[in-house]
């Protein structure tokens, strides 16, 4: 690949994984908040 | 009493919507508009445009649907009404939101049910041995109802009514069946996205052949990426990007508002959508970039992809470079290529069956079943003609109206309600209630100005396309004193047909004719369709409207 095709791809590539696996990373360590929340699967009872 | 719907997991909701927004055209429609307007420099723009419109509209219609739930809607039509409740004609507007979701679901389930026909083409070694020519032919047969490619008669209609059933019955089951099927088909897509890339990326020269000696991916690649920096001066690449950003976002669908309609105001909104927009952006623009292209360079030659380059490729060329890994390897390459397509489709054709559930039962008190059943119905209907007359135009007209300029409308009218109607003060509080990230604060003033002009550009942009999309020419000569020339393909001039009419009137082979004028009789027939559709769903929401004031509930 021609030098700059591969600087700008690179670059792209990095910041676009870099920034969803930030912000996934993120959603994943952020504790859930206090019942009733919006998400039943960590519910005491079924709805 | 009936189960209230909520999402099972906060990760399920952020698949369920990257799910929504990943389509085929982040491994399609993407790498052709970049080869179509500067290689690399339309990365530029693109990414601008991401975080200027993209992102931005992403906030308002995760907190739209946030606001909207909270007051027991969960469609756009008294989503809308809710932000503005004294002007009784936002609720109207609103109907884009139900309208393009049945509308596009209608010839979207039929791509979809060729990924699933493909996948099982791609297992019983159809492709092998075939040409190029041969597999271009096989997929010419395909949509041609009345030949068959494997002896099963109708063979497009079954696998449509397939998909189509599929889709219903997952529906029925809620939002529990649209977690599910994102859980399981995101991440294979993702898996199925990187093994093929890193195919992409390595394959090199090693696919040149004597009747394409100077085929490689990298130069593909090269093409895909090499800075063209004279082009970021160009509108045309501007509009390009912006209305790529657009659509790669499954924004002005009405879709998003209805997922985030389940959400409660104590959860976060702000990180959500940012983390589903950057999982979409991933694969689009680090997966979609690197499969097609430099696979379709790597044995056929830069020049034939520049030629080629089109959404017909994943059908049309795919099963044939996969040929050249020998009958096994194209057998799982077919089914990951085809596979990932499939989750592809799915995931969003499942966001396009909510927004009509979650009206028919806040209005109408249908159940789940009724809602998806009767979803599955109406499309199965409106779907029928794309399948039966695809050659005759239906399915493009389809997706011109309802899955393009629908769009733009209800995008460009939501995010001047939200700015300057609902009011930026009350919408940026929307935004950040329950956040678990700061939205910048110069996201105010980018929402407020930048988002609706940058919609407001693409939408004028494609009203009045100018001759042969050339912009400075254009501009030149409206200064000149030239007047303005419009394309075929501007809003204006489509719609009156100037196209067809053109080539009626050049033409002198009767036979030719008489096939253009029989696609002219089809376009009207699907405009007239699309037109009922849209003033049924308005009588539906006129019919609820005046239930709630009955009931004094609005």
């Given amino acids: ?41 960590n519910d005491d009872a079924p709805r | 009493m009936a189960q209230k719907e909520a999402w099972g997991s906060r990760v399920g909701l952020i698949l369920a919507m990257a799910g929504n927004a990943v389509g085929l055209g982040n491994f399609l429609r993407f790498p052709v508009q970049a080869i179509q307007n500067g290689g690399g420099a339309f990365i530029i723009p693109y990414l601008v445009c991401f975080l200027l419109m993209g992102i931005p509209l992403l906030w308002i219609e995760w907190s739209t649907g946030r606001f909207g739930g909270k007051r027991g809607h969960h469609s756009t039509p008294f989503i809308l009404n809710s932000l503005d409740p004294k002007r009784r004609f936002w609720k109207y507007f609103g109907v884009f939101g139900i309208f393009t979701n049945i509308a596009v679901a209608s010839y979207y389930c039929f791509i979809e049910s060729w990924t699933m026909s493909y996948v099982m083409h791609s297992i019983a070694g159809t492709f092998e041995g075939m040409n190029q020519t041969e597999v271009a032919n096989f997929f010419a047969r395909y949509v041609d109802v009345m030949k068959s490619t494997t002896g099963i008669p109708y063979e497009a209609v079954l696998f449509f009514l397939l998909c189509l059933i599929l889709n219903t019955s997952i529906l029925s089951r809620g939002l529990h069946g649209v977690e599910k099927v994102a859980k399981i088909g995101m991440p294979l897509l993702i898996l199925f996205g990187i093994i093929l890339a890193v195919r992409g990326l390595t394959l090199g020269d090693s696919g040149a052949s004597i009747e394409h000696p100077t085929a490689s991916a990298i130069d593909g690649l090269n093409f895909l990426w090499t800075p063209q920096f004279d082009s970021l001066l160009n509108l045309k690449v501007w509009l390009a990007a912006a209305g790529q950003v657009f659509f790669t976002l499954s924004l002005g669908m009405g879709s998003i508002q209805c997922y985030a309609s389940y959400i409660e105001s104590k959860d976060d909104i702000a990180l959500n959508a940012a983390s589903a927009g950057f999982m979409n952006e991933f694969v689009e623009v680090v997966l979609g970039s690197s499969i097609v292209i430099p696979i379709a360079a790597g044995y056929l030659g830069i020049d034939w992809v520049i030629e080629n380059a089109g959404f017909g490729m994943a059908f049309q060329t795919m099963p044939y470079l996969f040929n050249n890994w020998g009958p096994v390897l194209a057998a799982f390459a077919g089914v990951m290529w085809f596979g990932l397509l499939f989750f592809a489709g799915i995931t969003s054709s499942l966001a396009m069956g909510t927004p009509w559930m979650g009206f028919m039962r806040d209005e109408f008190g249908w159940s789940q079943k009724k809602g998806a059943w009767s979803f599955g119905i109406i499309v199965m209907i409106l779907g029928l003609p794309t399948v039966l007359f695809f050659n005759q135009g239906v399915f493009d007209e389809y997706d011109y109206w309802a899955g393009t300029v629908s769009l733009v409308v209800f995008a460009l009218a939501e995010s001047i309600l939200f700015a300057w109607v609902f009011g930026m003060g009350k919408g940026w509080k929307e935004i950040n209630e329950g956040g678990d990230i700061k939205v910048p604060s110069i996201y105010k003033f980018i929402i407020k100005y930048i988002t609706p002009v940058l919609l407001l550009c693409v939408f004028l942009g494609a009203l009045f396309t100018p001759l042969n999309n050339d912009w400075v020419s254009a501009f030149n000569n409206l200064f000149s004193g030239n007047g303005w020339q419009l394309d075929n393909s501007s809003l204006i001039l489509y719609a009156s047909n100037a196209g067809l009419k053109e080539q009626i009137a050049a033409a002198t082979d009767p036979n030719i004719i008489s096939t253009l004028e ?36 609005i």
């Fill in chain 2, 518 to 553: 029989e696609k002219m009789f089809y376009v009207t027939l699907a405009r007239f369709i699309l037109l009922g559709l849209f003033l049924a769903i308005s009588a539906l929401v006129y019919k609820a409207y005046r239930r709630r004031v009955s009931e004094n509930t």
């Fill in chain 1, 1 to 41: 690949m021609n030098t700059s095709a591969l600087i700008l791809m690179v670059v792209t590539m990095t910041v676009v994984i870099s920034t969803a696996a930030a912000l996934f990373i993120k959603v994943l360590r952020t504790p859930p908040r206090a019942e009733p929340d919006s998400y039943d699967e």
